[in-house]
C-alpha cells in the first residue's frame, strides 16, 4: 500500500504539516514541576459534583504548583450538545471558586493554546490524521450501518467480542483501488485506528491514584474522524492535550477501559503522554450497602442543588478537600482559623477506590464555616442566595442592611461561636423572629407554669425593661421582678430548696423570651431585644398577655 498516496486521496486540502501546527503550540514556559491540567467536559447542560471534584483536583494542582489550569469544551457530539450549557458549567463552577486560568469564558475565549472548542479545531486535527494514514497507522472505512449491524449480529453468534478488529475489520487491508473506487462514487468514510495491540497482551501502566495496573492492550481499530471529518474524543482529546502541552489528565475511572487505546494513539502520533489520574466515584450508603450516586435517584449529584440549598462556596470547597485527601481534617482541627486553599493538597493521599459521600457531615462542615464568617458576609451571601430563591426575604434583609447584618452578629465570633446556620435556605426560619412579616407565635411556656404566672411575669417585665440597659443591668432587672411573682432569683438557691418557688430566673427569662421570640432557644435575649427597640419588644410582650387572656 502507498500510505502517501492514500493520505494525499484522502486529505487533499490538507498542507500544514505536524511541524507547522506544533511550531503554533509551543512549549509553556514554567516553573519546573508545574502542572498544566484542564477540565474537558461535554456541553450536556448537566453539572454535577463528580466534574467539580475533578475540576478542584486538577485545580490545586494547578495553581499549588504554579501551573496552569484551562477549559476546554469537547463539543464534536453535536447531537449531545445543550445551548448555552458552557455558560452555565462555567458559572456554576465560580459560584464553587474554581476559575480557570485560560481556554472557553462566557464571552469567548482566553488563552494562546486555542481555539478550545473541539468543534473549531478540524483543521488541526486532519493534519494529524493525515499524518496516521501516511504513517499506516489509519485507513478509511466504508461500511454502512447496516454492515456493521450484521458484524455485531454474527460476532454475537459466535461469541466473539464485540467490535471491529481482525477478520472483521473489512476495509482495513483493503488495495488503493478499492479505496480509490469508493471515494470516487462518494461513499461516506469514517477514519480508523490501525491498532497493533493483541487481547494476548498485557501493557504496565502507573496512574497517579490507581498505582500499578496492568491492562489488557486494545486491538479495536476504533474510528478516529467521523463521516463528517469530526474527530472523536479519543482522537481529540489526544491532540489536544498535546498541543495544549497538557502534564496531568484527571478524569472518572470509567475511562480505564480505554486508557490502552489511548497510549497507543500517543505513541502512534509521536507524542509523549501525559501523567493520567483515574478517579473513583462518589458513593453513598444505600441502606447496609455503597453505591454510586446517580443522576436519577440523587438530586445532591446536581451542583444546582448546593446552590439551591444555599450552600456557601466555601462549604462546599471545604467539604470536597475532607473528601479527597484523607489528612484534610487532622490539619483542619491543627489550623482551625487557616483558609482551607492554604491546605497542602496531594493526589497521593486521594481513595483510589473513591469516596463516600455524606450529606450529614457536609452540613456539619458547612455549620463550622459559616460560624466563622463575619455578621457582613453572612448577610451579603444570604441576600446574594435569597435574591434568586425566597423574593420576600430579599426584600427583608435589604431593606435594611444593618439591622440584617445586626442579626447576625449575635453570638457571632469568640471561641466558640453559634453553629445554627448549615444552609442559606434555612435563614428564613432563622431570621424570622426579627421581622414581623414572618413572625409566628408560639406560647411555649414552662409547664409548670399557669398563664397567670406567665401574664403577671410579662406585666411586671414591661414596667422595669428599658432598651438603653446594659446587660448586666438588664439582667439584674429580671431578677428584681422574681420574688414578688414567687421565683427564685438565683438557680443555685432554687435547687437546694425547689418546694419554696414557682421556679426560678430561667424560668423567669423564658417566659420573655419565648414571648418576643416564639422560641425557647434563641441567641442572646438582650442582644435581640436590643436590636428590636423598644416598640418592637413592647408589642410583642402586649401581643403575648392579649393571647393568654384569649
Same mark, same amino acid.
Given at each position: ?23 503554533? @503550540? ?31 483536583? &486538577? ?76 504513517? +499506516? ?53 469514517? %477514519?480508523?485506528?490501525?491498532? /497493533? ?15 500499578? %495496573? ?65 478517579? +473513583?466515584? %462518589? ?37 470536597? %478537600?475532607?473528601? !479527597? ?45 459559616? &460560624? =466563622? ?23 427583608? !434583609? /435589604? ?25 442559606? &435556605? ?11 412579616? !414572618? ?33 448586666? /443591668?438588664? @439582667? ?8 414578688? !411573682? ?15 418557688? =414557682? ?46 387572656? =384569649?
Amino acid at each position: 500500500m502507498d500510505y502517501h498516496a492514500l493520505s494525499e486521496l484522502l486529505f487533499p486540502d490538507v498542507k500544514k504539516t505536524p511541524e507547522e501546527i506544533e511550531a503554533q @503550540f509551543p512549549p509553556r514556559q514554567l516553573p519546573e514541576g508545574a502542572v498544566v491540567s484542564r477540565m474537558a467536559p461535554s456541553p450536556t447542560g448537566f453539572v454535577h459534583l463528580g466534574n467539580l471534584l475533578q475540576g478542584l483536583t &486538577s485545580e490545586r494542582m494547578c495553581h499549588q504548583s504554579g501551573g496552569v489550569f484551562y477549559l476546554r469544551i469537547e463539543d464534536t457530539d453535536a447531537k449531545r450538545e445543550v445551548e448555552g450549557a458552557a455558560e452555565t458549567l462555567i458559572d456554576i463552577l465560580r459560584q464553587f471558586d474554581v476559575v480557570f486560568d485560560e481556554g472557553v469564558t462566557e464571552t469567548g475565549e482566553t488563552g494562546a493554546y486555542g481555539p478550545y472548542r473541539q468543534s473549531r479545531r478540524a483543521s488541526i486535527y486532519h493534519v494529524f490524521a493525515k499524518l496516521l494514514v501516511e504513517n +499506516g497507522m489509519a485507513y478509511p472505512c466504508f461500511c454502512t450501518e447496516e454492515e456493521l449491524t450484521q458484524m455485531r449480529a454474527s460476532q454475537e453468534a459466535q461469541k466473539a467480542n464485540f467490535g471491529y478488529y481482525g477478520k472483521w475489520a473489512k476495509w482495513r487491508d483493503r488495495p488503493l483501488e478499492d479505496i480509490q473506487r469508493e471515494l470516487e462514487k462518494g461513499t461516506p468514510w469514517v %477514519l480508523r485506528f490501525r491498532s /497493533t495491540g493483541s487481547l494476548e497482551n498485557k501493557i504496565k501502566f502507573t496512574d497517579l491514584v490507581k498505582g500499578n %495496573l496492568e491492562l489488557t492492550e486494545n486491538d479495536i481499530d476504533h474510528v478516529l474522524l467521523k463521516s463528517d471529518g469530526i474527530p472523536t474524543y479519543h482522537f481529540a482529546h489526544a491532540v489536544d492535550d498535546h498541543l495544549m502541552r497538557t502534564t496531568h489528565v484527571i478524569r472518572s475511572d470509567e475511562w480505564l477501559s480505554t486508557l490502552p487505546f489511548h497510549l497507543q494513539l500517543f505513541k502512534a502520533l509521536g507524542f509523549k503522554p501525559p501523567k493520567y489520574l483515574h478517579i +473513583g466515584p %462518589l458513593m453513598k450508603m444505600d441502606g447496609n450497602s455503597k453505591r454510586k450516586l446517580s443522576k436519577r435517584k440523587d438530586p445532591e449529584l446536581a451542583l444546582t442543588y448546593y446552590q439551591a440549598e444555599g450552600y456557601p462556596a466555601q462549604s462546599v470547597f471545604e467539604y470536597m %478537600l475532607t473528601i !479527597l485527601n484523607s489528612n484534610f481534617e487532622d490539619w483542619r482541627r491543627a489550623n482551625p482559623d487557616a483558609p482551607a486553599d492554604t491546605f497542602k493538597f496531594s493526589y497521593k493521599k486521594m481513595n483510589p477506590a473513591g469516596s463516600l459521600f455524606d450529606a450529614a457531615k457536609l452540613r456539619d462542615v458547612s455549620k463550622n464555616v459559616i &460560624s =466563622k464568617f463575619t455578621a457582613k458576609t453572612v448577610y451579603e451571601q444570604a441576600a446574594q442566595w435569597a435574591k434568586q430563591y425566597d423574593a420576600q426575604l430579599y426584600t427583608l !434583609l /435589604t431593606s435594611d442592611p444593618a439591622y440584617a447584618t445586626g442579626i447576625f452578629d449575635i453570638d457571632r465570633g469568640g471561641k466558640k461561636p453559634r453553629k445554627d446556620i448549615a444552609v442559606f &435556605s434555612e435563614i428564613r426560619d432563622y431570621v424570622s423572629y426579627f421581622y414581623d412579616e !414572618l413572625f409566628t407565635p408560639a406560647d411555649v411556656y414552662p409547664q409548670q407554669l399557669q398563664p397567670s404566672d406567665v401574664r403577671a411575669i410579662l406585666s411586671a417585665y414591661q414596667t422595669v425593661y428599658d432598651e438603653t440597659d446594659d446587660k448586666d /443591668t438588664w @439582667f439584674a432587672k429580671i431578677k428584681s421582678i422574681c420574688e414578688p !411573682l414567687g421565683f427564685c432569683p438565683d438557680v443555685k438557691a432554687y435547687k437546694a430548696n425547689p418546694d419554696a418557688y =414557682k421556679g426560678h430566673v430561667g424560668d423567669v427569662s423564658t417566659v420573655i423570651r419565648v414571648a418576643v421570640t416564639g422560641r425557647t432557644n434563641t441567641p442572646d435575649l438582650w442582644a435581640i431585644l436590643k436590636l428590636y427597640g423598644r416598640q418592637r419588644v413592647m408589642q410583642r410582650l402586649e401581643q403575648a398577655i392579649l393571647r393568654l387572656e =384569649k
